[in-house]
């Protein structure tokens, strides 16, 4: 009588449930442009700064390579917010819109709902990185081929900052799926992203990169390990803290998503669904 | 697959210091429409979230076909609900919801169209929930309930929102599914809402089971009543004193409870006294559901 003649792998068809989930709605493409429009706005004001910077004794001029890989770098350390936000929200608007109910009577196996949601959140991350990457290039390329000393596209350590950015990109989203898991009101999960990453670790990281006994602490803060990762960043110029050794930054942000997924399956995705 | 028996069995739920569900037992049974019936509260939208795995019990066992929904290989294939709470995002369309949760039920995208056709959504799949009244919403739970032609059906008000040529609809929808083998089970907190659906009644009050038989056998505890009218009432009020029997005012005339007709009219005929109607009145099971349920003592 029923039609589900097979039974499926129960992993791969939750994973194609929450990709149609993720591309049944605007959202994702609404995100994703935001973040390529942003960067591209952002990649060309850099860009323009770097080649039109008159010599100054005080300040060495950024040339060469040096510019391309202080614009490119930039990637997460200015759009590390859209991957979170699209993360968080692929989990908490299952609550806001009590969808959550149909996903658990589909698979009532709840770590088999918030894996499927990891790993769609890192697939659209690292999406979200190219994006941002075309975002970037789309402006800061002409700029400084035009203005400057050029993109040096095929240099190895632009290709690394620029991989490494995408990759680093992916792992906000899981941060932000891990992190909604753990706040599952939307409202309080968004104005909470956004604060922590307008406000609280920009902040923080001047403040605690200005006290020597704590300026160690900063660099674990997630910004900071995102931006050691990629090795570059407007901020860790600007802050001049101390960051950590790629991979090490890589460990804390992995820590950050172990340990919110860890809470989010056993609050969130332990609770009655009522 | 064989449809599967839904059994409750010495079932509990305390929310702190609230006793949602207390000690409830009842089976439903394949090819029959079991309606679980209890007013707002008495615990009907718990039990059926503990049978499907949403809520844990805090006492007690829910299975389907045996077994926790939870442990069926594709439990959505095998039990299809539309659950009162269930939600929509309104920026999806009818068909991007059933597509969405198609792959876990081991269905494709020709099947969704197919149950939207079935639940009278059609031309509709394609635009964005947002903009569904609550009769579509109600129809596209359906729907989704549906996805893989599941051999067991559990709906939460499934009525509420439908116009009555829907009602209808669904009356004689679930009555075909019931006739080709599968365990339907629909929830009211109006009885006469599927008095001509159901074959098995459940009755739950304050958590509680308070009946649970066919449906002619709650129609049985309505007892019989006989409505008569006579152009004298005060000697009919008088004769129904004397022989010690339960009348009430009822219309224009006056309800006997517990008592047939014949007796009623040989009682007056020995009385000479002149009748003008002489009624066995059915049997009023709204009456009985409320009694039941506590709400008239």
Redesign the interface.
């Given at each position: 009588m029923s039609r589900a003649a097979l039974t499926p792998n129960r992993f791969d068809v939750a994973l194609l449930a929450e990709w149609r989930k993720l591309t049944s709605t605007a959202l994702w493409w609404v995100l994703g442009i935001g973040m390529a429009a942003y960067l591209a706005f952002m990649g060309a004001v850099l860009a323009f700064t770097f080649a039109a910077a008159p010599p100054s004794p005080d300040t060495p001029a950024i040339t060469g390579v040096d510019a391309a890989l202080a614009v490119l770098g930039t990637l997460n350390a200015i759009g590390y917010v859209f991957p979170l936000l699209v993360g968080t929200l692929l989990v908490t608007t299952e609550v806001r819109h009590r969808t959550l109910t149909q996903s658990l009577l589909v698979e009532p196996r709840r770590g088999v709902l918030l894996g499927a949601k990891l790993v769609v959140a890192a697939a659209v991350g690292l999406l979200y990185g190219v994006l941002g990457v075309l975002g970037l290039l789309a402006t800061a390329a002409p700029v400084l081929e035009l203005a400057g000393d050029g993109i040096f596209l095929t240099d190895p350590a632009v290709l690394r900052v620029l991989g490494l950015g995408i990759l680093v990109t992916g792992l906000w989203a899981v941060l932000g799926a891990a992190f909604g898991a753990v706040v599952p009101n939307q409202v309080a999960a968004i104005v909470a992203v956004l604060a922590f990453t307008q406000f609280v670790e920009p902040i923080a990281r001047l403040g605690l990169s200005a006290v020597d006994s704590l300026s160690g602490v900063a660099a674990f803060l997630p910004g900071a390990a995102a931006d050691a990762v990629v090795g570059a960043s407007l901020f860790g110029e600007i802050s001049g803290g101390d960051l950590l050794p790629g991979w090490a930054g890589a460990l804390v942000l992995l820590a950050y998503a172990t340990v919110l997924t860890v809470v989010g399956r056993y609050t969130t995705f332990a609770r009655d669904v009522a | 697959?064989d449809?599967p028996v839904l059994a409750v069995e010495a079932l509990g739920k305390s929310f702190g210091p609230v006793r949602a569900v207390d000690d409830l037992t009842f089976e439903v049974h394949p090819g029959r429409v079991t309606g679980f019936l209890g007013p707002n509260g008495s615990g009907k939208?718990?039990t059926l979230?503990m049978l499907?795995?949403?809520?844990?019990p805090t006492d007690g066992r829910a299975l389907v076909g045996g077994r926790p929904?939870?442990e069926h290989?594709?439990?959505?294939?095998?039990v299809g609900?539309a659950?009162e709470?269930?939600?929509?995002?309104?920026?999806?369309?009818g068909l991007?919801?059933l597509?969405?949760?198609?792959?876990?039920?081991?269905?494709d995208r020709a099947?969704c169209r197919e149950v939207l056709e079935l639940v009278g959504l059609g031309p509709a799949g394609d635009r964005k929930v947002g903009g569904y009244s609550l009769g579509m919403r109600q129809r596209l739970g359906l729907a989704?309930a549906l996805l893989?032609?599941?051999?067991a059906l559990l709906l939460d008000e499934p009525a509420n929102g439908l116009d009555p040529e829907g009602i209808v609809w669904l009356r004689g929808f679930l009555r075909h599914l019931a006739a080709?083998?599968?365990t339907v089970l629909v929830s009211s907190h109006v009885l006469a809402e599927v008095q001509h659906t159901v074959d098995d009644v459940v009755v739950i009050a304050k958590g509680r089971l308070v009946h649970a038989s066919p449906l002619a056998e709650l129609a049985a505890l309505a007892g019989v009543s006989t409505y008569v009218e006579a152009p004298d009432a005060a000697a009919l009020a008088a004769l129904c004193a004397q022989r010690g029997w339960a009348a009430s005012p009822r219309d224009r005339g006056t309800q006997v409870d517990d008592v047939d007709a014949a007796t009623v009219g040989a009682a007056a005929h020995a009385a000479g006294l002149e009748l003008h109607q002489l009624t066995t009145r059915g049997a009023d099971l709204e009456d009985v559901f409320l009694r039941l349920t506590g709400a008239v003592s």
């Open positions: - | 697959m449809a939208t718990t979230r499907l795995g949403l809520v844990r929904y939870g290989p594709v439990p959505g294939a095998l609900a659950l709470a269930t939600g929509f995002h309104p920026g999806r369309t991007g919801h597509t969405a949760y198609a792959p876990q039920v081991g269905v099947r989704t893989a032609d599941p051999p080709e083998g599968r």
